[in-house]
């Protein structure tokens, strides 16, 4: 009974989307995201990462958030009208900016229509990066700046991960994806999501085991940065790289690392991280317990927990993308 609704849902998903009269295609949402970063750069010096970093991350957790409403094409950056207005506030649809401010509202008039209309993505991005230049222009800053406002380490990491990866790329279209080991190796994975696994005690089955022979390249599936690296007696020898969408992924029993690879490392994808072993099940340099295979798991953070999901639908479908590319 569940399958069939989410078949049915599936199906239905993507008319709801047409809902909306114009359209637009992922270029064009870049492109008009970026043109708002950079205007709101323009009017109040900060850096558009820095813009971009908190506006994503908000984008990233409102697609898994029921309390948040889904965000449209172009601005992620949310603020609850209580917020936005003043918390005594008595008219929650207030955008007066003059009452705003009376009401210790953080709302501002972006655009110079006169209004502070907390639906206007150029007012929402020239509110955020109002609050940002309070702090100062440098990463440090930022950090704190971040901190304060949502009073939680890993939402800090996360943001600072989007900064650095649209300031290292210099723009906002970094969704490609690689499927973990390269075409021309031999690999086989099929779907052991929640298995019942016996070493350590009763766990279930976190990830996908793509099996693969020693030494076979592993590879980053996402751009993202670096944020574990080193031994766990379960994982073996295992690497954690975090993604624009504030999905964490996990690579464990690896054979090695790649050199030089470190924590903080900004990787992108089809980059070799390490290759493929049978490390774990021990003390540190045990291996050889099981056939080798790369371990492969995701987690999504939504701003107040993090949980695993199957990375199998995902894996699948890197992999076709990556077989029908010439
Ligand atoms: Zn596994």
Same mark, same amino acid.
């Given at each position: 009974m569940k399958k069939l609704v989410l078949v049915i849902l599936l199906f239905f998903l993507p008319f709801f989307d047409h809902v909306d009269a114009k359209e637009l295609s992922q270029k064009e949402i870049y492109e008009k995201r970026m043109h708002l970063y950079k205007k709101t750069e323009a009017a109040t010096k900060i850096p558009w990462y820095y813009i971009a970093a908190v506006d994503q991350f908000e984008r990233s957790i409102r697609y898994v958030r029921k309390d948040l409403p889904r965000p449209g094409d172009i601005v992620g950056y949310y603020v609850p009208s209580e917020h936005w207005t003043g918390p005594l506030n008595p008219d929650p649809n207030d955008h007066n900016p003059i009452t705003l401010s009376l009401f210790n509202g953080i709302g501002l008039d972006g655009n110079g229509d006169g209004k502070a209309d907390k639906q206007n993505g150029e007012d929402l991005l020239f509110t955020l990066a109002n609050y940002l230049s309070e702090y100062g222009v440098n990463d440090q800053a930022f950090r704190i700046a971040i901190w304060d406002y949502y009073k939680r380490d890993q939402t800090v990491g996360s943001i600072m991960v989007n900064a650095r990866l649209y300031r290292n790329f210099n723009r906002v279209d970094l969704d490609e994806k690689a499927f973990p080991i390269p075409k021309g190796y031999n690999y086989s994975f099929k779907n052991t999501w929640g298995d019942r696994r016996g070493w350590g005690g009763r766990r279930i089955h976190e990830g996908t085991d793509i099996f693969a022979g020693y030494g076979a390249p592993v590879r980053a599936v996402a751009y993202g940065v670096v944020e574990l690296k080193g031994w766990n007696k379960y994982g073996g020898w295992r690497v954690g790289i975090r993604d624009l969408n504030n999905t964490y992924h996990y690579y464990a029993h690896l054979n090695g690392f790649s +050199?030089?690879? +470190?924590?903080g490392d900004i990787v992108s994808p089809g980059q070799v991280i390490g290759s493929v072993g049978s490390s @774990?099940?021990? *003390?540190? @340099?045990?291996? @050889? +317990?099981?056939? *080798?295979?790369l371990h492969f798991g995701m987690y999504k953070d939504n701003g107040k927990n993090e949980w695993s999901f199957d990375p199998y639908p995902h894996l699948s479908q890197w992999e076709r993308q990556e077989r029908s590319k010439k």
């Open positions: +050199k030089g690879l +470190k924590i @774990g099940y021990g *003390p540190p @340099g045990t291996s @050889g +317990k099981f056939p *080798p295979h």
